[in-house]
């Protein structure tokens, strides 16, 4: 084996990967041919290292220094300084907003050395194409251990012990899901993986299967043993190629080490997994849909009971739990249960993926133990709302979630304590929202959303969501009438009680939590005809300060519809008329000399 | 608007080859999804030629296949423009002003959401969440993919297509 004395890491991710971080990669390559480092120096591909925002990164290891930003004309000086001379480029590191001083290492950043990682503990450590790095990281150990040392029973029992929750939404206790799976009849069973990532602002996921797929493969094989299934199906959203890509790799991989097929490891066990893509349907993420998806259908989802795990994929015994549920099984079946379990709060065991994006300085993705607060991640993790504006509310859980207010941000992040808000862990999005955005358009923005997903299946999805969109649309453009909370109440809960899958069920939920905190904007829409955040284009105009406009012409370069017009040097004039309200001047004003009113 | 669909030697060439992958799957049962996704990727589009192709190769009825083709939003009845442009509408997306970088996409283009320019330059669609919202706003043409994007940003972005 060649031993190298530095290792250069680069994200390929989809988000630096989107910002170019292919050619950085090259440049590596090519720099470090130039200075004759290749038998000293290995450059790797990696997966997601979670700060997105600041992408293309890259790390150095052995000392682990971090790179931000990285562009391909950067990549020479970085050889130079800090491969040949030793020295490190400062330029470069990432800045903690707080401080004024740059961080040298990943593990010295606030947003990392506050994070656990198990269920990314792999990503953007290996290389997710190569299984030897997997296999040289543990992997597949745990798949060893179960088929040697233990019977299915006891791996269910190790399950079950160490507390692990579904990751993908409901939070269903795991284990007893494959208790479910192995004690239902039947001769035929399969094991699913739910890699339908519908939920915007979620990206967990994806960063798993592109940074780490062999960990969802060696979870699915376990799981196999455990209920005594043969076959396996990932199913994956169209939106990820990338994702789709590394999964057909590493299934290829472990079939030729002999870590799928016949005869796993020797020990006569059988289990093998095979991919299917999904075609843009949010509700493909609802078990029962998803399954009718798999097996060619239009996914419209089914009354439960039966469960998947009595009656799932072709009518036999299915067990089917989300990727980042799998990226947990690993870990707990090498460490054992009472580790996984004393991580965490007393209902929620072990840590959490959460996608933090909006109006939030460090986005990304973050791994916490569960009970951490809001308020830690959002602003120690997260450093904060940029622009220094008000920080207002928290979107988690997706179309079926709800938004936490100020209020709350002490409150510990587990399963129950955000149903009890209003809101749900849902797949772990989090979206932050500043002083900027109106709640009842985002309230819409998620009518919108469902309205559009809902398959048509069920009535009080299909009508009672669009009814409750044009009561929302109206309110934001200005005709809202008086009773039209109390009708959005009375259909929310309507819905709520009878819609026939997860999707319409908690569709009502981003109404109703905006209702609930911030009823005073729904109000203010109503009766003042005001939208309070300056959002609703209904509701606002824009105009010229004229004490502040310098007549800089900016905002005339920027509008798209000849709107502005002004002598140099003197103040400017919006025309009503002609203004599109698209924001772009009030964007561009240097001088803050555009209000929205 | 959309333009007119062409049935001319290259789409002929086309339904060829959707003859042949199909041979690949008949008879097969629960295949109709990839079957579709395959034949879209050979066309372009799903034209009702190629649907009747399909239900005729998995035995199937043609509502069956129709009904599956516009469930999913993968799926395209109509030919689309050489360059398609996505615009992600996820949450971290539009709370950062997606919905203002598509208005001017309209604008410039003259088309709306889920149309094609006539000269089947262009197409526009506003997509699901993509997953890239450290990168938020973002647009995604064809395989490129931009992000942190303001309106004003959008002129120039399109001239790399003319």
Known sequence: ?597 | MQPAIKRDAEFEEKLKKVDEMLKKYEGQKGVLLQVLQEAQRIVGYLPIEVQKKVAEALDVTLSEVYSTVTFYSFFNLKPRGKYQIRVCLGTACYVKGADKVLGRIEQELKIKVGDTTEDLKFSLDACRCVGACGLAPVVIINDDVYGRLTPDRVPEILKNYE
């Not at chain 1, 988000?15 to 290749?38: D, N, Q, R």
């Not at chain 1, 999005?429 to 069920?458: H, N, P």
Request: net charge neutral; glycine share 12%; hydrophobic share 35%.
């Open chain 1, 1 to 597: 084996m060649e031993i190298y004395r530095a290792h250069i890491l680069v994200c390929r991710g989809t988000g630096c990967t989107a910002s170019g971080s292919e050619p950085v990669m090259e440049a590596f390559e090519k720099e470090i041919e130039k200075h004759g480092l290749s038998k000293e120096v290995k450059v790797l591909l990696t997966g997601c290292l979670g700060l997105c925002e600041l992408g293309p990164n890259i790390i150095i290891y052995p000392e682990g220094t971090y790179y931000c930003r990285v562009k391909p004309e950067d990549v020479p000086e970085i050889v130079e300084e800090h491969l040949v001379k030793g020295r490190i480029v400062e330029r470069l590191l990432y800045k903690e907003r707080a401080v004024e001083e740059r961080m040298r290492a990943l593990t010295d950043i606030n947003f990392y050395k506050r994070q656990k990682r198990v269920a990314l503990r792999n990503c953007g450590l290996i290389n997710p194409e190569i299984i030897e790095e997997y296999i040289a990281n543990d992997g597949y150990r745990a798949l060893a251990k179960v088929l040697t040392e233990m019977t299915p029973q006891q791996v269910i029992d190790e399950v079950t012990r160490s507390g692990l929750r579904g990751r993908g939404g409901g939070g269903f206790p795991t284990g007893r899901k494959w208790q479910f799976a192995k004690d239902a009849p039947g001769d035929i069973k399969y094991v699913v993986c739910n890699g339908d990532e519908g939920d915007p602002g979620a990206f967990m996921d994806r960063s798993i299967l592109e940074g780490d797929p062999h960990t969802v493969l060696e979870a699915m094989a376990i799981a196999g043993y455990a209920i005594g299934a043969k076959e396996g199906y990932i199913y994956v959203r169209a939106e990820y190629p990338l994702a789709v890509k590394r999964l057909e790799i590493a299934i290829e991989q472990a079939r030729e080490r002999g870590l799928l097929g016949k005869n796993i490891l020797g020990t006569g066990f059988e289990f093998d997994i095979f991919l299917r893509l999904g075609s843009g349907a949010f509700v493909c993420g609802e078990e029962t849909a998803l399954l009718a998806s798999i097996e060619g259908r239009r996914g419209e989802p089914r009354p439960r009971p039966p469960f998947p795990a009595i009656e799932g994929l072709w009518g036999k015994p299915t067990l089917i739990n989300n990727v980042e549920t799998y990226a947990n099984i690993p870990p707990i079946i090498l460490n054992g249960a009472d580790w996984f379990a004393s991580i965490g709060t007393e209902r929620s065991k072990g840590t959490k993926v959460f996608a933090i994006g909006g109006k939030i300085n460090n986005t990304g993705l973050v791994e916490i133990p569960m009970g951490t607060t809001l308020r830690e991640v959002i602003y120690e993790i997260g450093g904060g709302i940029p622009n220094g504006k008000q920080f207002k509310a928290v979107q988690t859980g997706g179309p079926s979630g709800g938004c936490i207010p100020a209020s709350l941000l002490d409150m510990p992040i587990e399963y129950d304590t955000l149903t009890q808000a209003g809101s749900m862990m849902g797949s772990g999005g989090m979206i932050v929202m500043d002083e900027d955005t109106c709640m009842v358009d985002i309230a819409k923005f998620f009518l919108t959303f469902t309205q559009d997903e809902s398959c048509g299946k069920c009535p009080p999805c299909r009508i009672g969501t669009k009814r409750m969109l044009e009561i929302l649309e109206r309110v934001t453009n200005g005709e809202g009438r008086e009773g039209d909370i109390e009708l959005l109440e009375s259909l929310a809960k309507n819905i709520k009680a009878s819609a026939l899958c997860g999707l319409g069920q908690t569709a009502p939920n981003p109404v109703l939590s905006t209702l609930r905190y911030f009823r005073d904007e729904y109000e203010a829409h109503i009766r003042e005809k005001k939208c309070p955040a300056g959002a609703c284009k209904a509701l606002i105009t824009y105009e010229i300060i004229a004490d502040k406009c310098k007549g800089c012409g900016l905002c005339v370069k920027v509008c798209p519809s000849a709107a502005i017009t002004g002598e140099r040097r003197q103040p400017h004039a919006i025309d009503r008329e002609k203004c599109l309200k698209c924001n772009s001047c009030f964007e561009r004003c240097p001088f803050g000399a555009i209000a929205k009113k």
